[in-house]
């Protein structure tokens, strides 16, 4: 048996075990697929058309509020602004999608230092929460990407002159204490759905000098997101639990760069977390996964990617095998996200694509394992992509 192949089983176990405590600790063993993307709704429109939508292979979406969801500007949300999705959300009759999650969104042009700033920011998260709560939904999706001024690079942060990086650790750190009260108080036992925080961090995740961990993460495009999650662990004084999406399995290729992400988050993020945030960690971080669509099927706009190499076949089987190792592995949540086509219009949705989660789930469901092996069509697309490199010179 080779070493790729102990690795392998090694990491089964270990996600086995794991997965048991994180089923036991959320009382549930069921694995779901939430829908997310372009073409992400709003409570308007779920209202009008729930009853086609959930005709669709999932067990939930998230979705966005028409009023506002950027919970993290230092500008107070109107209530007023929100009574249309109010009266919206009342309509939803939820059947069969029942893990549901409003969006909040992290670009913000807000001071860390700002005392108040964060009481319109601690206002406007009770806000959205709000109307989670009263929409029926698990909990929030709090998306840390952002789409305008990045809170989170400390390389750019305004007070950087005056302010240390251990200075803003330690404030980020309060905002995320404050941050998940917000949530706390209008929605005790809520999920909070995250695309990454640990996953993203892998490299650190792992024994490095101090020193080292430190400079380097101070540099990166993220350097204080991890110090607002410790806030958001410590700060909890409720059952919630936050889910680390992992938006990098978008990618995957092979079954064990999802076993080997699994134990980067639950295990190894001991050398990121400090130890006296890893026990509140340990306890309310779980694991989800990611799938992308778009990248499966050669729909991405600005480049080619394996699935521009495969038949329509190949990709639906892509797709198929990254849907059932993403349930295999998360503990609760997988996202699925799309960019190119519209699930809810009918809009350019691939071939197989629904039929791709269906079998995988079934298989999931079953405990069987997948019906074919991935590895021949992988290195068929490689071999292509490289010669056509090399004959564009690209």
């Known amino acids: 048996m080779n070493t790729c192949r102990i ?21 549930t063993s069921g694995k779901k697929i939430v829908e997310y993307g372009w073409d992400v709704p709003t409570p308007a429109f779920i209202a009008e058309h729930i009853r086609d939508m959930e005709k669709r292979p999932f067990d939930g979406l998230l979705f966005r509020l028409k009023a506002n969801g950027m ?17 919206a959300v009342d309509k939803i009759r939820w059947e069969k999608f029942t893990d549901n999650f409003v969006m909040m969104y992290a670009a913000s042009t807000q001071d860390w230092f700002n005392d108040d700033h964060w009481k ?57 204490e404050q941050f998940v009260r917000a949530i706390e108080r209008e929605f005790p036992d809520a999920t909070i759905l995250t695309f990454f925080h640990a996953s993203i961090y892998r490299k650190f995740c792992r024994p490095m000098p101090e020193n080292v961990r430190k400079e380097e993460l101070e540099k990166t495009t993220y350097a204080l997101l991890p110090a607002f999650v410790e806030g958001m662990l410590q700060g909890s ?38 130890p006296d945030v890893w026990p509140a960690y340990y306890a309310k ?27 329509p076949e190949e990709q639906a089987k892509w797709f198929e095998h990254n849907i059932y190792w993403a349930l295999y592995t998360t503990d609760r949540y997988v996202w699925c996200y799309s960019e190119r ?10 071939p197989g694509a629904e039929e791709a989660i269906r079998n995988a789930r079934a298989a ?31």
């Open 7 to 27: 690795i392998e089983l090694m990491l089964v176990c270990i996600v086995v075990t794991l997965n048991i405590h994180a089923q036991e600790s959320s009382g």
């Open 71 to 87: 919970v993290l500007e230092p500008t107070p949300i109107n209530e007023a602004d929100l009574a249309e999705d109010l009266e």
């Open 120 to 176: 319109a920011i601690e206002h406007n998260t009770e806000l959205v929460t709000r109307v989670a709560r009263r929409a029926g939904c698990v909990g929030v999706c709090f998306d840390a990407e952002p789409y305008g001024t990045n809170p989170w690079a400390y390389r750019d942060a305004p007070h950087r002159d005056t302010k240390t990086y251990a200075d803003y650790k330690a404030i980020v750190r309060k905002r995320g």
């Open 237 to 274: 004084q409720t059952d919630i639990r936050i889910v680390d999406g992992n938006e990098g399995a978008y990618y995957y290729t092979n079954s064990l760069e999802y076993f080997n992400l699994y134990h980067a988050v639950t295990q190894r993020a001991r050398y990121l977390i400090p």
């Open 285 to 311: 971080v779980r694991m989800g996964q990611a799938l992308y669509i778009d990248q499966y099927y050669g729909m991405r706009k600005t480049e080619k990617t394996l699935g521009n190499y495969m038949t």
């Open 341 to 350: 086509m519209n699930w809810w219009t009918d809009t350019d949705v691939p």
């Open 364 to 394: 999931i469901e079953a405990g069987e394992p997948l019906s074919f092996d991935l590895a021949p069509i992988i290195e068929t697309a490689e071999a292509k992509n490289k010669e056509d490199k090399k004959n564009t010179g690209k």
